[in-house]
């Protein structure tokens, strides 16, 4: 009898701001006993043609996305599975988004300069390495660099965390919105981390069922940033609506020390049902 397959379906790489290039990422999933890892790096999709290509034999890689939305002023994460990814209005969103990342970069390095933590364009672009998607993980690099801050979990908790002293909002589309275009590109649409640290107060029992409504397929019960009687209660809900739960490390190589690769997992039979939507 084979052991059942375990599958990750939710993991960051260095194209956006995981640690581990695309074929670094796949090779650490192999060694980590995955059968199937998808990549899910934030509002890009640039690393998954080389997820593919790498993947050592016997490995499966499922096109992903992680999209950052919001909802009443809090950020909230879109995962896209499957789906077209030349669909011309996904693609107008992200490059927004993405635009939004950008933009957003110098207002936050002046309220660290005001703070009296600066640092250079170099140090940043250095940290950043060539992302299409820069965030708040590669300021906290450039400040781990320049000596500031120990490790990333220290730049957020003392400066970078939403409502941190140099925390900077920027555009995100509403998640329902979101899930409307995630289903238009043919990609199904699952919550990530719903009661995580930045969208729990936001995304209450009432709202995952209404968000099913509006065409999402389910969210991640099972997450480092739940605990386990989140988890179970998010199963329940699941379970009860006919939703998809699913499990996840969020993996970012050595950017989360809690989230190793296959930490939590899927339930093979829900990703059955997550392939047989992903058409
Ligand atoms: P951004 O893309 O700039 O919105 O940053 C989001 C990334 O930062 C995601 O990978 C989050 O998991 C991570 N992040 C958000 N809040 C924290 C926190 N308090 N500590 C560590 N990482 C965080
Ligand atoms: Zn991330
Ligand atoms: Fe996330
Ligand atoms: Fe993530």
Same mark, same amino acid.
């Given at each position: 009898?084979?052991?059942?397959a375990r599958i990750?379906?939710?993991?960051?790489?260095?194209?956006?701001?995981?640690?581990?290039?695309?074929?670094?990422?796949? #090779?650490?999933?192999?060694?980590?006993?995955?059968?199937?890892?998808a990549?899910?790096?934030?509002?890009?999709?640039d690393?998954?043609d080389?997820?593919?290509?790498?993947?050592p034999?016997?490995l499966?890689?499922?096109?992903g996305?992680?999209?950052s939305?919001?909802?009443?002023?809090r950020?909230v994460h879109l995962?896209?599975?499957?789906?077209?990814?030349?669909?011309?209005?996904l693609l107008?969103?992200?490059?927004?988004?993405?635009?939004?990342?950008?933009?957003?970069?110098?207002?936050? @390095? +002046?309220?660290?300069?005001?703070?009296?933590?600066?640092?250079?364009?170099? #140090?940043?672009?250095?940290?950043?390495?060539?992302?299409?998607?820069?965030?708040?993980?590669?300021?906290?690099?450039?400040?781990?660099?320049?000596?500031?801050?120990?490790?990333?979990?220290?730049?957020?908790?003392?400066?970078? #965390?939403?409502?941190g002293? +140099?925390y900077v909002?920027r555009y995100?589309?509403e998640?329902?919105?979101?899930?409307?275009l995630?289903?238009?590109?043919?990609?199904?649409?699952?919550?990530?981390h719903?009661?995580?640290?930045?969208?729990?107060?936001?995304?209450?029992e009432e709202?995952?069922l209404?968000?099913?409504?509006v065409? @999402?397929?389910?969210?991640?019960?099972?997450?480092?940033?739940?605990?386990p009687?989140?988890?179970?209660?998010?199963?329940?809900?699941?379970?009860?609506a006919? +939703? @998809?739960?699913?499990g996840?490390?969020?993996?970012?190589?050595?950017?989360?020390r809690?989230n190793?690769?296959?930490?939590?997992?899927?339930d093979?039979q829900?990703? #059955?049902? @997550?392939?047989e939507?992903?058409?």
């Amino acid at each position: 009898m084979t052991s059942p397959a375990r599958i990750d379906l939710h993991t960051h790489s260095s194209v956006s701001d995981g640690t581990d290039s695309p074929e670094e990422l796949v #090779a650490a999933a192999a060694r980590s006993g995955l059968d199937v890892v998808a990549l899910t790096d934030h509002d890009t999709w640039d690393g998954i043609d080389r997820a593919g290509r790498a993947a050592p034999a016997g490995l499966e890689v499922v096109v992903g996305i992680e999209i950052s939305c919001g909802s009443a002023g809090r950020a909230v994460h879109l995962l896209g599975y499957g789906g077209d990814r030349t669909d011309p209005a996904l693609l107008a969103e992200l490059d927004r988004i993405r635009t939004a990342r950008r933009t957003r970069v110098p207002d936050m @390095l +002046a309220k660290l300069a005001a703070l009296g933590l600066p640092l250079s364009t170099e #140090a940043v672009t250095a940290a950043a390495h060539g992302t299409p998607s820069i965030g708040r993980p590669h300021l906290a690099d450039a400040m781990v660099a320049a000596g500031y801050v120990a490790d990333r979990d220290e730049a957020f908790a003392d400066y970078l #965390a939403e409502g941190g002293p +140099a925390y900077v909002d920027r555009y995100a589309p509403e998640v329902s919105a979101a899930i409307g275009l995630v289903r238009d590109a043919g990609a199904v649409p699952v919550l990530a981390h719903p009661w995580g640290r930045e969208s729990r107060e936001v995304l209450g029992e009432e709202r995952l069922l209404d968000l099913l409504e509006v065409g @999402l397929a389910g969210w991640e019960a099972d997450h480092p940033e739940h605990s386990p009687a989140e988890g179970a209660a998010l199963h329940r809900l699941a379970r009860r609506a006919g +939703a @998809l739960a699913t499990g996840s490390s969020d993996y970012h190589g050595t950017g989360k020390r809690n989230n190793a690769l296959g930490c939590r997992t899927t339930d093979p039979q829900v990703y #059955a049902r @997550l392939r047989e939507l992903m058409g």
